[in-house]
C-alpha cells in the first residue's frame, strides 16, 4: 500500500549499487535517473567540511562517466530550482565551474557549457555590485540567460547521452566499479 506521507521518498534508501542489472532492466532515461542520483548523493562523505568540499571529494572517486552524469544533473537541478540568477550568485560556483562546463562538453553540449561561461562572467561582474541596487540591475539579464537554457533543450538533450552512453556501455557507470 502506498505511504500517504508525500515524503515518504526522503526515508527510502539508496540502492546498494549501480550494477549491469540495473542498467539492464531500463528502457528509458527516467528508469534510471532518480536512482542513479540518490545513489551518488549517498556516496557524500559526512563531515564537517563544506559541502561542496566533500562532494569534491565524492566525484574524485567516480569513473569520468559517472562524474559526468553527477555534474550535469546537479547543474540541471540548481537551475531548475533557482534559475541561473541563484545558482550563480549562491557564493560557491567557482568551484564547481570548472568541472560542470567540462562535464557539458563531454557530452557534445557546448552550447550549454558556453552560454555556462557567460553566465559565470555575469556573476562575477553581479557579485562586485556595490549595492543591493545595482546588483539588482542584472535580473533581466540573468532572466535571458534562463530563457536561452531553456530553449537549447530541443538542441541539446545531455540526458539522452548519457542514456545512449549506458546502453552502449555499461561498464563506466557501474558502482562500485566491476571488471
Known amino acids: 500500500m502506498p505511504s500517504t506521507n ?5 526515508l527510502e534508501k539508496p540502492r546498494p549499487s549501480l550494477d549491469r542489472q540495473f542498467y539492464i532492466e531500463s528502457r528509458c532515461f527516467a528508469d534510471v535517473d532518480y ?23 565524492m566525484l574524485a572517486a567516480l569513473s569520468p562517466e559517472l562524474r559526468t552524469y553527477f555534474l550535469v544533473r546537479s547543474f540541471d537541478g540548481e537551475w531548475g530550482s ?9 557564493g560557491d560556483w567557482e568551484e564547481w565551474l570548472p568541472d560542470t562546463v567540462a562535464a ?6 557546448n552550447k550549454r557549457a558556453e552560454l ?6 555575469l556573476a562575477s561582474h553581479a557579485a562586485a555590485a ?4 545595482e546588483r539588482d540591475s542584472f535580473h533581466p539579464q540573468f532572466k535571458q540567460f534562463d530563457e536561452e537554457w531553456s530553449r537549447l533543450s530541443g538542441s541539446e538533450d545531455f540526458f539522452d ?19
Open 116 to 121: 555556462i561561461e557567460r553566465v559565470a562572467r
Open 35 to 57: 536512482a542513479m542520483w540518490r545513489y551518488l548523493l549517498a556516496l557524500i562523505p559526512p563531515g564537517s567540511d563544506t559541502y561542496e568540499r566533500r562532494t569534491k571529494r
Open 130 to 133: 556595490s549595492s543591493d541596487e
Open 161 to 179: 547521452v548519457i542514456y545512449r552512453n549506458i546502453k552502449s556501455d555499461v561498464r563506466p557507470y557501474l558502482h562500485p566499479s566491476k571488471p
Open 6 to 10: 508525500r515524503f515518504a521518498f526522503l
Open 82 to 90: 533557482e534559475g541561473m540568477e541563484g545558482t550563480f550568485l549562491a
Open 104 to 109: 557539458f562538453r563531454a557530452l557534445g553540449a
